[in-house]
Protein backbone atom coordinates (compact mmCIF):
# COMPACT_ATOMS: atom_id res chain seq x y z
CA UNK A 1 0.00 0.00 0.00
CA UNK A 2 2.69 2.31 0.96
CA UNK A 3 4.82 1.49 -1.85
CA UNK A 4 1.29 1.86 -4.35
CA UNK A 5 1.25 5.41 -2.83
CA UNK A 6 5.40 6.39 -3.21
CA UNK A 7 4.84 5.35 -6.91
CA UNK A 8 1.56 7.42 -7.50
CA UNK A 9 3.03 10.48 -6.08
CA UNK A 10 6.44 9.99 -7.59
CA UNK A 11 4.62 10.12 -11.34
CA UNK A 12 3.28 13.29 -10.76
CA UNK A 13 5.83 15.10 -9.66
CA UNK A 14 7.44 13.34 -13.30
CA UNK A 15 4.51 15.05 -15.18
CA UNK A 16 4.64 18.29 -13.22
CA UNK A 17 8.66 18.57 -14.07
CA UNK A 18 8.30 17.21 -17.88
CA UNK A 19 5.16 19.45 -19.08
CA UNK A 20 6.56 23.31 -17.90
CA UNK A 21 10.01 21.97 -19.84
CA UNK A 22 7.90 20.95 -23.18
CA UNK A 23 6.02 24.19 -23.20
CA UNK A 24 7.92 26.65 -25.32
CA UNK A 25 9.28 30.14 -23.91
CA UNK A 26 7.52 33.45 -24.66
CA UNK A 27 10.08 34.39 -26.44
CA UNK A 28 10.12 31.45 -28.81
CA UNK A 29 6.05 32.06 -29.21
CA UNK A 30 6.81 35.51 -30.14
CA UNK A 31 9.88 34.28 -32.76
CA UNK A 32 7.33 31.21 -33.77
CA UNK A 33 4.49 33.69 -34.50
CA UNK A 34 6.60 36.60 -36.39
CA UNK A 35 7.94 33.54 -38.35
CA UNK A 36 4.46 32.65 -39.39
CA UNK A 37 3.62 36.06 -40.53
CA UNK A 38 6.31 36.75 -42.96
CA UNK A 39 7.07 40.49 -43.89
CA UNK A 40 5.64 41.23 -47.69
CA UNK A 41 8.80 41.41 -49.75
CA UNK A 42 9.81 44.37 -51.72
CA UNK A 43 9.14 43.75 -55.46
CA UNK A 44 12.44 43.84 -57.11
CA UNK A 45 11.85 46.87 -59.73
CA UNK A 46 13.68 44.96 -62.48
CA UNK A 47 10.93 42.82 -62.87
CA UNK A 48 7.88 43.84 -65.78
CA UNK A 49 5.00 45.42 -64.44
CA UNK A 50 1.99 42.83 -63.83
CA UNK A 51 -1.58 44.06 -65.29
CA UNK A 52 -2.95 44.52 -61.44
CA UNK A 53 -0.20 46.77 -61.20
CA UNK A 54 -1.16 48.80 -63.83
CA UNK A 55 -4.47 48.61 -63.30
CA UNK A 56 -4.08 49.83 -59.84
CA UNK A 57 -1.91 53.46 -61.41
CA UNK A 58 -4.57 53.87 -63.44
CA UNK A 59 -7.15 53.78 -60.63
CA UNK A 60 -5.08 56.20 -58.83
CA UNK A 61 -4.52 58.62 -61.56
CA UNK A 62 -8.30 58.98 -63.19
CA UNK A 63 -9.15 59.54 -59.98
CA UNK A 64 -6.89 62.47 -59.43
CA UNK A 65 -6.30 63.58 -63.30
CA UNK A 66 -9.30 62.07 -65.22
CA UNK A 67 -11.57 64.84 -65.37
CA UNK A 68 -10.32 68.26 -66.62
CA UNK A 69 -12.24 70.40 -63.98
CA UNK A 70 -10.17 72.19 -61.54
CA UNK A 71 -9.48 70.98 -58.01
CA UNK A 72 -10.14 73.02 -55.51
CA UNK A 73 -8.36 72.96 -52.26
CA UNK A 74 -7.03 75.02 -49.32
CA UNK A 75 -3.46 74.40 -48.04
CA UNK A 76 -2.53 75.84 -44.79
CA UNK A 77 1.22 75.96 -43.58
CA UNK A 78 3.75 78.52 -41.96
CA UNK A 79 5.01 78.84 -45.39
CA UNK A 80 7.83 81.27 -44.45
CA UNK A 81 9.29 78.88 -41.90
CA UNK A 82 9.01 76.05 -44.61
CA UNK A 83 10.81 78.44 -47.23
CA UNK A 84 14.00 79.02 -45.17
CA UNK A 85 14.80 75.68 -45.86
CA UNK A 86 16.04 75.01 -49.70
CA UNK A 87 18.55 71.93 -49.37
CA UNK A 88 18.47 69.62 -51.87
CA UNK A 89 20.15 67.18 -49.71
CA UNK A 90 18.72 67.88 -46.49
CA UNK A 91 15.63 68.10 -46.97
CA UNK A 92 13.10 70.11 -44.13
CA UNK A 93 9.66 69.15 -43.89
CA UNK A 94 6.78 71.62 -42.75
CA UNK A 95 3.41 70.05 -40.98
CA UNK A 96 0.51 71.29 -43.05
CA UNK A 97 -3.20 70.84 -43.55
CA UNK A 98 -4.74 70.07 -46.92
CA UNK A 99 -8.78 70.61 -46.73
CA UNK A 100 -10.71 69.21 -50.08
CA UNK A 101 -14.29 67.53 -50.87
CA UNK A 102 -14.16 64.15 -50.90
CA UNK A 103 -16.43 61.90 -53.06
CA UNK A 104 -19.69 63.14 -50.87
CA UNK A 105 -19.14 66.72 -51.15
CA UNK A 106 -18.23 67.01 -47.54
CA UNK A 107 -14.76 68.84 -46.71
CA UNK A 108 -11.92 66.79 -44.96
CA UNK A 109 -8.99 67.89 -43.56
CA UNK A 110 -5.54 66.30 -44.51
CA UNK A 111 -2.64 66.56 -42.50
CA UNK A 112 0.11 66.50 -45.27
CA UNK A 113 3.46 67.54 -44.94
CA UNK A 114 5.31 70.16 -47.34
CA UNK A 115 9.19 70.68 -48.57
CA UNK A 116 10.31 72.86 -51.50
CA UNK A 117 11.97 71.40 -54.04
CA UNK A 118 13.86 72.27 -57.13
CA UNK A 119 16.74 74.06 -58.19
CA UNK A 120 17.01 77.46 -59.97
CA UNK A 121 13.71 78.15 -58.55
CA UNK A 122 15.08 77.28 -54.91
CA UNK A 123 17.50 80.28 -55.14
CA UNK A 124 16.02 83.14 -53.24
CA UNK A 125 16.93 85.63 -55.57
CA UNK A 126 14.87 83.74 -58.01
CA UNK A 127 11.89 82.91 -56.59
CA UNK A 128 10.31 83.84 -53.08
CA UNK A 129 7.63 81.63 -53.22
CA UNK A 130 9.37 78.10 -54.88
CA UNK A 131 7.73 75.00 -56.09
CA UNK A 132 6.27 72.26 -53.37
CA UNK A 133 6.57 68.93 -52.68
CA UNK A 134 3.08 67.39 -50.72
CA UNK A 135 3.64 64.52 -48.33
CA UNK A 136 0.47 62.70 -47.54
CA UNK A 137 -0.09 60.99 -44.53
CA UNK A 138 -0.27 56.74 -45.15
CA UNK A 139 -3.99 56.66 -43.75
CA UNK A 140 -7.38 58.45 -43.72
CA UNK A 141 -6.84 59.72 -48.09
CA UNK A 142 -9.63 56.93 -48.47
CA UNK A 143 -12.62 58.62 -50.92
CA UNK A 144 -10.73 61.58 -51.54
CA UNK A 145 -9.20 62.68 -54.73
CA UNK A 146 -6.03 62.02 -53.30
CA UNK A 147 -6.17 58.63 -52.15
CA UNK A 148 -3.49 55.92 -53.07
CA UNK A 149 -0.85 58.88 -53.71
CA UNK A 150 1.86 59.08 -51.45
CA UNK A 151 3.60 62.54 -52.45
CA UNK A 152 2.66 65.27 -55.82
CA UNK A 153 4.80 67.52 -57.15
CA UNK A 154 3.03 71.35 -56.87
CA UNK A 155 3.83 73.91 -59.28
CA UNK A 156 3.69 77.48 -58.09
CA UNK A 157 4.06 81.49 -58.97
CA UNK A 158 7.11 82.03 -57.76
CA UNK A 159 7.33 85.32 -56.97
CA UNK A 160 4.35 87.62 -54.86
CA UNK A 161 5.82 90.30 -56.08
CA UNK A 162 4.98 90.57 -59.14
CA UNK A 163 1.12 90.16 -60.36
CA UNK A 164 1.86 88.77 -63.70
CA UNK A 165 3.68 85.58 -62.17
CA UNK A 166 0.28 83.96 -60.76
CA UNK A 167 -0.28 84.29 -64.88
CA UNK A 168 2.72 81.34 -65.09
CA UNK A 169 1.06 78.45 -64.22
CA UNK A 170 -1.80 79.17 -65.95
CA UNK A 171 0.33 79.28 -69.63
CA UNK A 172 1.84 76.45 -68.51
CA UNK A 173 -0.98 74.32 -68.17
CA UNK A 174 -2.72 75.83 -71.32
CA UNK A 175 0.83 74.06 -72.81
CA UNK A 176 0.58 70.91 -71.39
CA UNK A 177 -2.77 70.73 -72.84
CA UNK A 178 -1.51 71.56 -75.96
CA UNK A 179 0.80 69.02 -76.11
CA UNK A 180 -2.09 66.54 -74.82
CA UNK A 181 -4.05 67.05 -77.58
CA UNK A 182 -1.04 67.30 -80.67
CA UNK A 183 0.12 63.87 -78.54
CA UNK A 184 -3.39 61.93 -78.75
CA UNK A 185 -3.71 63.09 -82.63
CA UNK A 186 -0.30 61.36 -83.29
CA UNK A 187 -1.44 58.47 -81.92
CA UNK A 188 -1.60 55.82 -84.78
CA UNK A 189 0.93 58.04 -87.02
CA UNK A 190 4.33 56.97 -88.06
CA UNK A 191 7.67 57.52 -86.41
CA UNK A 192 8.22 60.73 -88.43
CA UNK A 193 5.09 62.46 -86.49
CA UNK A 194 5.93 60.99 -83.29
CA UNK A 195 9.60 62.78 -83.74
CA UNK A 196 8.17 66.33 -85.27
CA UNK A 197 6.01 66.02 -82.04
CA UNK A 198 9.39 65.20 -79.81
CA UNK A 199 10.91 68.05 -81.20
CA UNK A 200 8.03 70.27 -80.93
CA UNK A 201 8.14 69.21 -77.25
CA UNK A 202 11.96 70.01 -76.68
CA UNK A 203 10.54 73.78 -78.01
CA UNK A 204 8.49 73.97 -76.14
CA UNK A 205 10.41 73.12 -72.83
CA UNK A 206 13.32 75.27 -74.08
CA UNK A 207 11.02 78.78 -74.61
CA UNK A 208 9.86 77.83 -70.71
CA UNK A 209 13.86 78.15 -69.65
CA UNK A 210 14.22 81.29 -71.97
CA UNK A 211 11.13 82.72 -70.02
CA UNK A 212 12.57 82.24 -66.54
CA UNK A 213 16.40 83.21 -67.22
CA UNK A 214 15.10 86.43 -69.29
CA UNK A 215 13.12 87.57 -66.03
CA UNK A 216 16.26 86.90 -63.76
CA UNK A 217 18.32 88.93 -66.24
CA UNK A 218 15.71 91.41 -66.52
CA UNK A 219 16.15 92.27 -62.64
CA UNK A 220 20.02 91.34 -62.76
CA UNK A 221 20.08 93.94 -64.87
CA UNK A 222 17.61 96.95 -62.75
CA UNK A 223 19.85 96.09 -59.96
CA UNK A 224 23.32 96.91 -61.96
CA UNK A 225 21.64 100.08 -63.40
CA UNK A 226 20.58 101.28 -59.59
CA UNK A 227 24.23 100.50 -58.92
CA UNK A 228 25.57 102.82 -61.74
CA UNK A 229 23.75 105.43 -60.48
CA UNK A 230 24.75 105.32 -56.79
CA UNK A 231 28.00 105.12 -57.90
CA UNK A 232 27.71 109.08 -59.59
CA UNK A 233 25.94 110.19 -56.18
CA UNK A 234 28.73 108.65 -54.02
CA UNK A 235 31.26 111.33 -52.43
CA UNK A 236 34.84 110.79 -53.37
CA UNK A 237 37.19 110.01 -50.16
CA UNK A 238 38.02 112.61 -48.15
CA UNK A 239 41.94 111.90 -49.10
CA UNK A 240 41.50 112.18 -52.27
CA UNK A 241 39.90 115.41 -52.34
CA UNK A 242 42.84 116.73 -50.83
CA UNK A 243 45.33 115.13 -52.98
CA UNK A 244 43.84 116.50 -55.73
CA UNK A 245 43.58 120.66 -54.51
CA UNK A 246 47.41 119.63 -53.64
CA UNK A 247 47.87 119.42 -57.60
Same mark, same amino acid.
Given at each position: ????????????????????????????????????? #??????????????????????????????????????????????????????????????????????????????????????? !?????????????? #?????????????????????????????????????? #?????????????????????????????????????? !?????????????????????????????? !???
Amino acid at each position: MYCARLMAVLALLSVSVVAPAQQPAKGEKADKGAAGK #EAKPKKDKSLPVTAEETASAKRRTERLFGSDEPLEFTLSADFKAAFKSRDTVNVKTTKATLTVKDSSGAPVVLPVEIATRGHFRLRN !DVCNFPPIRLIFPK #EGLKGTPFAGQKALKLGTHCQTRDKEYSEYPVREHAVY #ETLNMLTQRAQGMGDSALMALKQLSQIVHRQAAVMSYS !DAFFMLTVFYVGLSLLVVLVNKPASMAAGG !DAH
